[in-house]
């Protein structure tokens, strides 16, 4: 009896030691390709993820229904400051060994990548010609620090992804080897009527990009949201476009769970696994990573080799990046 105990506690402080020893192990990398980089204030509002299960049945002559809902037990918290939301991304970014692809707030994006150089890759994006001329937008992406055109979001404009109003940017992308973003499919509820009247549902129409892609063989281009929620369009795109991968920004923390996994699950089955990029459509709420990633991690239906590749290898393969820098 004695002399097991004796064992027991050999064995046990030699597994103490080598934990002393042993430097603890990197988590595998992971790629975010949907970040959005904002100033905190603007929508400073808790938020219940999956909160679309329950679409309030409104009336035009009430007051309109808040697009987010915090009626949960445990609300994700908005970061209260530009340098709080800063310290918690590159904080998450270190402990998850997770790289992004941000956009939005040029300041705000410039700190993040001052900080963090390897850890963030920027992007720009062009959603109307008003946003900016062709010329400048052109001088962005050749200055070296933008290297990704996203998000790039005619829907909430009121127009198609192959306006011809947006096609010299485009090809000024597709000249300089620059991937592009761009927004189709879901907004949330209510997005004509009460937050933006210009969107409209059906110019998030995965096949509206046909065009735009026959105009530019080599432009590479990923549907943010996967086209949700149009996958036989998604999946006929794909297949006929070689080159076109998705994302999962957004509907992976608001639609309901069992929604998300159907959908995914979906492009899956048809055989798209390795052109699906994890993606969040962070916004405020720094736990949002840890939320969206969780949604991966319990898919049962797929294999580890498939979560990596959403997570990881479909990004460094899409934005040709180097694998051997991430380890
Ligand atoms: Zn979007």
Same mark, same amino acid.
């Given at each position: 009896?004695?002399? =097991?105990?004796?064992?027991?506690?050999?064995?046990?402080? %030699?597994?103490?030691? /080598? #934990?002393?020893?042993?430097?603890? &192990?990197?988590?595998?990398? @992971?790629?975010?390709?949907?970040?959005?980089?904002? =100033?905190?204030?603007?929508?400073?509002?808790?938020?219940?993820?999956?909160?679309? +299960?329950?679409?309030?049945?409104?009336?035009?002559? $009430?007051?309109?229904?808040?697009?987010?809902?915090?009626?949960?037990?445990?609300?994700?918290?908005?970061?209260?400051?530009?340098?709080?939301?800063?310290? %918690?991304?590159?904080?998450?970014?270190?402990?998850?060994?997770?790289?992004?692809?941000? !956009?939005?707030?040029?300041?705000?994006? =410039?700190?993040?990548?001052? *900080?963090?150089?390897?850890?963030? @890759? %920027?992007?720009?994006?062009?959603?109307?010609?008003?946003?900016?001329?062709?010329?400048?937008?052109?001088?962005?992406?050749?200055?070296?620090?933008?290297?990704?055109?996203?998000?790039?979001?005619?829907?909430? $404009?009121?127009?198609?992804?192959?306006?011809?109003?947006?096609?010299?940017?485009?090809?000024? #992308?597709?000249?300089?080897?620059?991937?592009?973003?761009?927004?189709?499919?879901?907004?949330?509820?209510?997005?004509?009527?009460?937050?933006?009247?210009? !969107?409209? #549902?059906?110019?998030?129409?995965?096949?509206?990009?046909?065009?735009?892609?026959?105009?530019?063989?080599?432009?590479?281009?990923?549907?943010?949201?996967?086209?949700?929620?149009? *996958?036989?369009?998604?999946?006929?795109?794909?297949?006929?476009?070689?080159?076109?991968?998705?994302?999962?920004?957004?509907?992976?923390?608001?639609?309901?769970? *069992?929604?998300?996994?159907?959908?995914?699950?979906?492009?899956? /089955? *048809?055989?798209?696994?390795?052109?699906?990029?994890?993606?969040?459509?962070?916004? @405020?709420?720094?736990?949002?990573?840890?939320?969206?990633?969780?949604?991966?991690?319990?898919?049962? !239906?797929?294999?580890?080799? $498939?979560? +990596?590749?959403?997570?990881?290898?479909?990004?460094?393969?899409?934005? &040709?990046?180097?694998?051997?820098?991430?380890?």
């Amino acid at each position: 009896m004695k002399k =097991r105990f004796v064992l027991l506690f050999l064995l046990l402080s %030699a597994v103490g030691s /080598q #934990a002393q020893t042993t430097p603890p &192990r990197r988590p595998l990398p @992971i790629i975010d390709v949907h970040v959005h980089a904002m =100033r905190v204030g603007t929508m400073s509002v808790e938020m219940c993820p999956w909160f679309l +299960r329950d679409m309030p049945g409104g009336d035009p002559n $009430q007051q309109m229904t808040a697009f987010l809902n915090a009626q949960c037990v445990d609300p994700l918290q908005p970061a209260k400051s530009d340098a709080e939301m800063q310290a %918690a991304v590159l904080e998450t970014m270190n402990r998850l060994n997770m790289t992004i692809v941000a !956009y939005g707030d040029p300041t705000i994006l =410039r700190k993040w990548k001052k *900080a963090a150089p390897d850890r963030v @890759i %920027a992007g720009i994006g062009v959603s109307s010609p008003k946003d900016m001329s062709v010329q400048a937008f052109t001088d962005s992406i050749s200055s070296g620090f933008y290297t990704v055109m996203g998000e790039v979001a005619p829907q909430y $404009q009121g127009l198609s992804p192959s306006d011809m109003s947006l096609d010299a940017y485009f090809a000024a #992308a597709e000249k300089q080897n620059v991937p592009v973003g761009i927004h189709m499919g879901t907004g949330g509820n209510g997005m004509a009527n009460i937050s933006q009247s210009s !969107y409209r #549902a059906s110019l998030g129409r995965p096949f509206l990009l046909e065009d735009l892609l026959a105009r530019h063989p080599k432009m590479k281009i990923w549907v943010m949201h996967a086209g949700y929620p149009m *996958a036989d369009e998604m999946i006929a795109l794909m297949g006929a476009n070689a080159y076109v991968y998705v994302d999962l920004a957004g509907f992976i923390w608001s639609y309901p769970q *069992a929604e998300i996994h159907a959908y995914l699950k979906r492009l899956v /089955q *048809a055989g798209f696994g390795k052109r699906i990029m994890y993606g969040t459509d962070f916004m @405020i709420w720094p736990k949002l990573f840890e939320t969206s990633l969780s949604v991966i991690e319990n898919a049962d !239906y797929l294999s580890f080799d $498939q979560k +990596r590749d959403i997570l990881f290898n479909n990004a460094v393969r899409f934005f &040709r990046l180097d694998a051997s820098k991430f380890k």
